[in-house]
């Protein structure tokens, strides 16, 4: 009995030091299936994330670049962030507000965060006639690490027009190559 459980030890801890753990999203997304084996990469992603309702999430797996992302954003707008807001939007693993709205986001309490982010979401109307939040969202990220793969998460029951918005949005910043997250098809799903 004790070999068995000297085993059984050791398999937990390999278990629990080889896994990885799922970052919190801050909307729930059921992808649609696809019959696409293709794995996306476990680092260097720039995931976006599209809910049913059409807001727009960005992050990546990375905090160091997430926040060299968010200084070349903020500093580019002129949105200045204290330390305790720069603190709070290290714990985040996705970020989706407005810049108008991101110091007012960053300053509610943690408990009231999850909730005030679904209504929010990164805009995607252009700015002046330039680029929009989201695209320099994007821009951010490809100018800290040229290697990030984009990836697309969209709910299934996210329209069309929402996910082609997305992608045209894309395009136009010459983003050509990107993921779209979707789960494999089962044989009792044909």
């Given at each position: 009995m004790t070999p068995m459980s000297d085993v059984m030890t050791l398999l937990l801890c390999f278990f629990m030091l080889t896994s990885t753990f799922l970052q919190p999203e801050p909307i729930k997304v059921n992808t649609p299936s696809s019959v696409s084996e293709v794995k996306v990469p476990e680092k260097d992603v720039f995931n976006i994330l599209v809910g049913p309702d059409g807001k727009i999430f960005?992050?990546?797996?990375?905090?160091?670049?997430?926040?060299?992302?968010?200084?070349?954003?903020?500093?580019?707008?002129?949105?200045?962030?204290?330390?305790?807001?720069?603190?709070?939007?290290?714990?985040e693993a996705m970020i989706g507000?407005?810049?108008?709205?991101?110091?007012?986001?960053?300053?509610?309490?943690?408990?009231?965060?999850?909730?005030?982010?679904?209504?929010?979401?990164?805009?995607?109307?252009?700015?002046?006639?330039?680029?929009?939040?989201?695209?320099?969202?994007?821009?951010?990220?490809?100018?800290?690490?040229?290697?990030?793969?984009?990836?697309?998460?969209?709910?299934?029951?996210?329209?069309?027009?929402?996910?082609?918005?997305?992608?045209?949005?894309?395009?136009?910043?010459n983003e050509n190559r990107y993921q779209l997250i979707t789960n494999l098809k089962t044989s009792s799903e044909d």
């Open positions: 960005v992050g990546t797996d990375n905090k160091n670049d997430m926040l060299a992302i968010m200084q070349a954003v903020t500093d580019k707008f002129g949105v200045q962030l204290n330390a305790s807001q720069i603190k709070k939007f290290k714990e507000a407005p810049l108008a709205k991101f110091g007012d986001y960053l300053n509610l309490p943690s408990e009231k965060m999850p909730e005030a982010i679904q209504k929010l979401g990164v805009p995607t109307d252009s700015i002046d006639g330039g680029m929009s939040e989201f695209q320099e969202w994007v821009k951010a990220a490809r100018d800290n690490n040229p290697d990030v793969k984009i990836a697309i998460k969209c709910d299934a029951t996210t329209p069309y027009k929402t996910v082609k918005a997305v992608m045209s949005e894309l395009q136009d910043m």
